[in-house]
């Protein structure tokens, strides 16, 4: 076992881990504002279903 690394790993060490780090800080807002979004177009769509549902009623009654 290694104690002491070359510089050529330390570098690369550093970079992927300051990449990771990046890619967490970014990925983690951008899964909250999907997740947002996505249950925020669930419930238009299901509003919608309905509304679609309360007109086709209103016609039936209309035209009977």
């Known amino acids: 076992m290694y104690i002491f690394a070359g510089v050529g790993d330390i570098e ?9 780090s990046l ?4 990925a983690i807002p951008v899964i909250i504002v ?3 979004l ?6 238009i769509n299901r ?15 209309h035209s009977h």
């Open 47 to 61: 509003i919608e279903e309905k509304l679609d549902q309360l007109i086709a009623k209103q016609k039936d009654d």
């Open 12 to 20: 690369f060490a550093t970079i992927l881990f300051s990449s990771l």
């Open 23 to 26: 890619l967490i800080i970014i």
């Open 34 to 36: 999907l997740s947002v």
């Open 38 to 43: 996505r249950k925020r177009n669930n419930k």
